[in-house]
């Protein structure tokens, strides 16, 4: 199978649950918010080769050459731009990368012969809604560049698959995912500046940042500051597993949740990581972010009756893990893993 984006974050997790149950794996990857390091690491904890390319979504003719290189029967498509503010900013770089890449993704598809394919897709789709928890049946509402690129290429896909009898697609609509593998070598390691909320509040545990910046605290919530529905990026990877297994069932487009029904505030989410390394989280209470929204818990109940699927892990575990792969990789990917398990470029 095909992973977009599989030195991702998320996507090594997944490459990781994968090969671990002996699926074959090929990455694409262009690096630009990853490393390949992740796979090494991924290598590492498997004790198998892992065979990756490096190619840019948006650049048919680097895709359409790993297309025919390799027998290709679902693609996990994860490749793509994922921060609300910089998509305010950069609003064309996200409709090429999220949009233009998926079309490309696609038409090769379509063209090999590959029948099914599990889409990232985000709760950031749902945008301003008026009741929680969210149902798959709730009306899109995004309010910023990244949410509507995702949105339009979930429509692309659900275009596609009515014209195409063969065409089976997943999209998982998933929460915020934390956390990080548990052997502590594979974690949320950002390329460039840091905008994720907890790979910020481990650098402030650390002092590598002078305090936790909070965005807006006269939302509708608790505490007046935004409320996520967080888990475990392990448990996350294991949905996606369950969507390839499951990818053939249905014809056409199936949305899917994938988060724990639980909002958690990001004050109460600095309290958890307070607790976890030991002292109190400093911070500062900024204004609203652009694009930004107050609330945003799942209703998983779609994904548990079809699936069983249903989260292992909670906020105390996720905290530990994301806190354990900080303090052993302060810097991110740095050192590369022993040369017998580094990953196959092809």
């Not at 509507?148 to 998933?174: F, G, N, P, V």
């Not at 988060?259 to 030991?278: H, I, K, P, Q, W």
């Amino acid at each position: 199978m095909l992973v977009t984006g599989g030195a991702g974050y998320i996507g090594s997790h997944i490459c990781v649950d994968l090969v671990e149950r002996d699926y074959e794996v090929v990455v694409v990857d262009d690096y630009s918010n990853s490393s390949r390091l992740a796979l090494d690491r991924v290598a590492e904890i498997t004790g198998k080769k892992v065979v990756a390319h490096e190619a840019d979504v948006r650049n048919y003719r680097e895709l359409a050459e790993v297309f025919e290189r390799h027998r290709i029967d679902v693609v996990v498509h994860l490749a793509g731009k994922k921060h609300v503010a910089e998509s305010i900013e950069q609003p064309l770089a996200y409709y090429g990368v999220n949009v233009a890449g998926t079309h490309n993704v696609l038409r090769l598809m379509d063209e090999h012969g590959v029948p099914e394919m599990v889409f990232s897709s985000s709760c950031s789709i749902y945008g301003h809604a008026q009741a929680m928890p969210l149902q798959e049946s709730c009306a899109p509402n995004p309010t910023n560049p990244y949410a509507r690129s995702k949105w339009m290429a979930e429509q692309m896909i659900s275009d596609h698959c009515r014209r195409s009898d063969s065409c089976r697609a997943i999209s998982l609509r998933y929460f915020n995912p934390i956390g990080a593998h548990q052997s502590g070598r594979l974690g949320e390691a950002p390329v460039g500046s840091v905008t994720n909320v907890v790979p910020h509040l481990m650098r402030v545990a650390t002092n590598e940042s002078g305090c936790a910046d909070v965005f807006g605290s006269d939302y509708d919530t608790s505490d007046g500051t935004p409320v996520r529905d967080y888990l475990h990026v392990v448990d996350l990877a294991d949905a996606h597993r369950m969507a390839i297994e499951h990818a053939g069932d249905s014809p056409g487009l199936e949305i899917l949740n994938v988060g724990t029904g639980r909002g958690t505030s990001v004050l109460e989410l600095m309290a958890f990581v307070g607790e976890t390394c030991g002292h109190e989280i400093p911070y500062r209470i900024l204004g609203r972010r652009p694009g930004d929204v107050g609330e945003l818990i799942a209703d998983a109940s779609a994904i548990a009756a079809r699936w069983s699927w249903r989260p292992k892990r909670d906020m105390s575990e996720m905290c530990a893990d994301a806190w354990r792969f900080h303090r052993a990789n302060p810097s991110g990917y740095q050192e590369p893993a022993h040369g017998r398990f580094l990953v196959s470029e092809m």
